[in-house]
């Protein structure tokens, strides 16, 4: 059986492929989905989302739910200007103890001011492309499309 390509994606594919000055095939859609949206995958070592307006808005707002323990110990070092990375963590705990961090201070939030309001608040400041784009914080506008590197 052959596979019928979805136009929308291949609109992306090549919008990502032009900026990253790749021929379109070399890039792989993901199997799965990050903040309800398909990645491409650039070898083994890059991953883009590539989102419209609405799109990067609607997967920000999720990131934002699932990273509450990353915005948390950014929030708390800056703060008290600690030379740590959040990031550090990661190779310290199992990713099922983050998660369940995570819904621990979701509870918090949801008790307090909503998830609502703290999203609206961190996106109103600006901060989409940090929330996206984890590999350099950077939010790239190419063809229509807001394009953010991953790893």
């Known amino acids: 059986m052959q596979r019928t390509e979805n136009p929308y994606m291949e609109a992306k594919r090549e919008t990502l492929a032009r900026f990253l000055g790749v021929e379109p095939p070399s890039l792989k859609e993901s199997s799965g989905s990050l903040y309800t949206f398909k ?12 989102l419209t307006e609405r799109e990067a808005t609607v997967a920000a707002e999720h990131a934002v739910s699932e990273k509450l323990w990353l915005i ?21 705990m199992k990713t099922k103890d983050i998660r369940h961090t995570n819904e621990e201070i979701k509870a918090l939030i949801y008790h307090t001011c909503g998830m609502d309001v703290l999203r609206q608040t961190i996106l109103a400041c600006g901060n989409r492309k940090n929330i996206l784009a984890d590999y350099d914080q950077t939010e790239h506008f190419s063809e229509g499309y807001y394009i953010y590197r991953l790893y």
């Open 72 to 92: 948390c110990l950014e929030t708390l070092f800056a703060y008290f200007d600690i030379n740590s990375y959040p990031a550090d963590v990661l190779g310290k």
């Open 39 to 50: 990645a491409f995958f650039h070898g083994s070592n890059e991953a883009y989302l590539v």
